[in-house]
């Protein structure tokens, strides 16, 4: 193992600290490192690996899928249509009730997509190019530069300024913090629905709906951020419709492919007639065959095996779980979180009790560094969070 990581070590370039382990393969929600060891995994790729891994039933359609896809073709570009893009877009368009969907290959991709198109939206309006976007603290939205620009972590964009400007943040949850930084110049206004890097901060309902009528009122553009959220996590495929706010746009990654990189924007058909036309926007990997068979398959398959109850269910024993934790041990703070989006918020920093937990098989991440992150692939039993709770207790003693 310790010569992969000095390969690694010797070229990879240094913007991760990583754990000092080397993954080999995966089996149902079992990770195996280059020496055998086994791990129960509560991190899934960081809510990606929703399915679970390998050969388990679940996971083999999928990889059926995949390969039968690979054999076929994998790539044609988006100048001409493809079979598992007409599907996908189908698909992911009627779960989400939005009408218009454009893949990208990221999160960080379809954020950009959305600032493109809030900021379309209101050139067309006014023939102006001094919109504004309103952001919430504690947020992330991803890493390339516009993404960036709206990531409420001062500390993620110092270095890297001037980002492209006219952003501003407001605080999560409070409707005032909001309305005291709109103005005629405001766009959109833009949040994850369950804030994930941040550390786990749920929206509030109430909040949620003032910032609908808020928007409506205004013609403001409200967008949320379901990458991390999304995707069955919270017991809807996506949190907002457990709270019955409908955005005008959204954006999704990480579960959609279940491990092959894939995103997407979407947006209503009121605000694609009113935004981004031929020529506005393009890539050339995104939407291609190999990754929307993913996102097809996947949609079939928690259809299939009504992923959705599955949360429900086991997010609330995993919430009583955590409770319980909350109870006995003295340094934990709070637990926050929805269904199988759970933090546990620490007086003091959890990376040694991350560490500890790898060390005895339990591979767990943190969300800032006082929060322990649950994430899990979405297809966990209450046997294996009783045995992830087993590792932490012996870890946090
Ligand atoms: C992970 C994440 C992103 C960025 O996605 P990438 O695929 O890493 O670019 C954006 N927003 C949220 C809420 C995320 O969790």
Redesign the pocket.
């Known amino acids: 193992m310790n010569s992969y990581i000095e390969k690694a070590e010797n070229s990879l370039l240094h913007t991760y600290n990583r754990f000092q382990v080397v993954f080999e393969h995966g089996q149902g929600v079992y990770l195996y490192d280059t020496e055998g060891k086994k791990y129960l995994d509560f991190c899934g790729g960081?809510?990606v690996n929703a399915l679970g891994y390998g050969d388990q039933e679940l996971e083999k359609e999928l990889i059926d899928a995949l390969s039968d896809q690979i054999r076929k073709v994998t790539h044609t570009s988006n100048y001409f249509y493809n079979i598992p893009a007409a599907e996908a877009a189908q698909k992911l368009t009627k779960a989400a009730g939005l009408e218009r969907v454009f893949f990208t290959n990221?999160?960080?991709?379809?954020?950009e997509g959305l600032i493109k198109t809030a900021r379309k939206y209101a050139y067309l309006k006014d023939g102006n190019t001094d919109h504004e976007i309103i952001a919430m603290e504690h947020?992330?939205?991803?890493?390339?530069m516009g993404?960036l620009s709206v990531t409420g972590n001062p500390a993620y964009r110092k270095a890297f300024e001037p980002m492209i400007g006219n952003v501003k943040f407001a605080t999560m949850n409070d409707y005032e913090s909001v309305e005291a930084l709109v103005n005629e110049k405001t766009c959109a206004i833009l949040l994850?629905t369950v804030?994930?890097?941040g550390g786990i901060f749920p929206a509030e309902e109430g909040f949620l709906k003032k910032l609908r009528k808020l928007c409506d009122e205004k013609d403001i553009l409200l967008i949320f951020?379901?990458?991390?959220?999304g995707m069955g996590r919270t017991g809807e495929l996506f949190a907002w419709q457990r709270f019955g706010v409908k955005p005008d746009a959204m954006?999704t990654?990480?579960a959609l492919g279940c491990g092959i990189?894939v995103?997407a924007f979407l947006m209503s058909q009121k605000l694609a007639d009113a935004s981004l036309v031929a020529g506005d926007h393009g890539t050339t990997y995104g939407g291609n065959p190999l990754a929307c068979r993913a996102v097809s398959t996947v949609l079939d398959l928690y259809e299939k095996r009504d992923i959705l109850s599955h949360v429900k269910k086991v997010g609330a024993y995993l919430e009583e779980k955590l409770d319980g934790l909350v109870a006995k041990y003295d340094h934990i703070i709070e637990r926050r979180g929805i269904g199988l989006m759970q933090g546990l918020e620490f007086d003091c920093e959890v990376k040694p009790v991350l560490q500890k937990a790898l060390d005895n098989g339990l591979v767990l991440i943190n969300a800032g560094a006082k929060i322990i992150r649950f994430v899990p692939p979405l297809v966990i039993t209450e046997e294996d969070i009783d045995e992830m709770i087993r590792i932490l207790e012996d870890a946090l003693s």
């Open positions: 960081i809510a990221s999160g960080a991709e379809a954020v947020s992330f939205h991803g890493r390339t993404a994850e804030q994930g890097e951020d379901e990458i991390q959220c954006a990654a990480k990189p995103g």
